[in-house]
């Protein structure tokens, strides 16, 4: 006999459609298949190719639901050609969902292929059970939980096992199942089977598994605790904990692009304003920092007369010193301030210069 556990979330990092194809390979054709379901569910495309494998075996094929069979892992039941169940055991069944985000053409390219899905299931449940496609089609909208003998009264399974086993599914529903199904589900400790260690939610699932803080802090490491705690307080399953994080990411990407660009501009205001602050001196304006230096009154010294300019007859009367101070009074009367006047003179009179500095030796 060929035997193949689906114990635990269908899709990685658990039984993907790849693993079980291989597993099949191994087979004996010749032999009988039989699938133990233990399963929460989980991908929707592994799901599908799980499925489509198990019709293809050329030997008779057997499921046998172990306590739980929900959402894809009840859809894969549907492919073999004899189904059990443990009396305690229960099958769901509903549409597929998905994470979806994008612009309006995403997002109906998503519904879209979630709609194609679903009429694939449809389909597959209605030739397993017998019903009709509107009685399916209400039995998925709702999400419907059977037990055993509902299972086997409406068509999706052959008979009952009498036998009783504790779900290892359970667990991860907590909070989430019926009453009913919880307390069925836990009816003995007599564990199903070797489950593979859960690792978290697969990219596409039909199934609902919550994040844990564990699951988050290895997935994102660098989360903040607020983040943790508001992902676990609004109950997210891991592909909503991703979209948020993503969103918190782009946001604080934009605030410190914000915030970058506001400094930018506060750089470039500071250095107009130190540039404006900052006086390049000219040559004619480096003398108003100097200290202004008055030339002493001349004194005459016996024997000695002042000497005058030969330039007119009034200022042949005049000292030099007077001379000067006529000429200073011009300049600083044409704008100049007296240290740019007497910088000016010293240049185009240096004759009267020195004659000023004679009279005061």
């Known amino acids: 006999m060929n035997e193949i556990k689906l114990y635990g979330t269908i899709g990685q990092p658990n039984m993907t459609s790849q693993k079980f194809k291989t597993l099949l390979a191994q087979a004996d054709p010749s032999e009988e ?21 198990i ?30 169940i443990t009396e305690n055991g229960y099958l769901m069944i509903h549409n597929p969902w998905m994470e979806s985000a994008g612009d309006y053409a995403q997002l109906a390219k998503d519904a879209q292929t979630l709609a194609n899905l679903r009429d694939k299931m449809l389909a597959v449940y209605a030739e397993a059970s017998g019903k009709t496609a509107d009685e399916i089609e209400e039995v ?16 999706y399974v052959d008979r009952v096992l009498p036998t009783a086993r504790k779900s290892a ?12 199904v919880v307390e069925s589900l836990n009816v003995s400790d007599d564990l199903c089977g070797e489950q593979e260690t859960h690792k978290g939610a697969t990219p596409m699932s039909n199934s609902k598994i919550l994040a844990t803080t564990k699951s988050i802090k290895a ?25 948020m994080y993503y969103s918190e990411m782009v946001k604080e990407n ?69 001379q000067w101070n006529e000429l200073l009074a011009d300049y600083v009367a044409k704008g100049l301030s007296k240290p740019q006047a007497a910088k000016r003179m010293a240049r185009d009179h240096r004759d009267l210069q020195q004659a000023v500095i004679d009279e005061v030796n």
Not at 37 to 50: A, K, Q, R
Not at 219 to 243: C, G, N, Y
């Open 55 to 84: 019709k293809a075996w050329e030997g008779p094929t057997r499921a046998v639901v172990e306590s739980s069979a929900f959402s894809i892992a009840s859809f894969i039941a549907m492919a073999a050609d004899t189904v059990e």
């Open 169 to 180: 599914a359970v667990a991860k529903y907590k909070g989430k199942l019926p009453v009913r």
């Open 33 to 53: 298949l039989v699938i133990r379901i233990d399963s929460e569910g989980g991908s929707v495309f592994d799901g599908f190719g799980i499925h489509d494998a």
């Open 254 to 322: 934009e605030e410190l692009k914000a915030r970058l660009a506001a400094m930018e501009q506060e750089m470039v205001a500071l250095k107009a304003k130190a540039e404006e602050m900052t006086v390049v001196p000219v040559e004619e304006e480096e003398e108003d920092d100097k200290e202004v230096v008055l030339m002493p009154a001349a004194k005459a010294r016996p024997g000695v007369s002042p000497v005058a300019s030969p330039k007119s007859p009034v200022a042949a009367r005049k000292t030099a010193r007077q």
């Open 219 to 243: 997935r994102w490491p660098l989360a903040k605790s607020d983040f943790i705690v508001a992902a676990l307080e609004h109950e997210m399953t891991d592909e909503q904990v991703a979209e």
């Open 140 to 155: 998925m909208q709702a999400e419907t939980f059977l037990d055993a003998n509902d299972a086997v009264a409406q068509g």
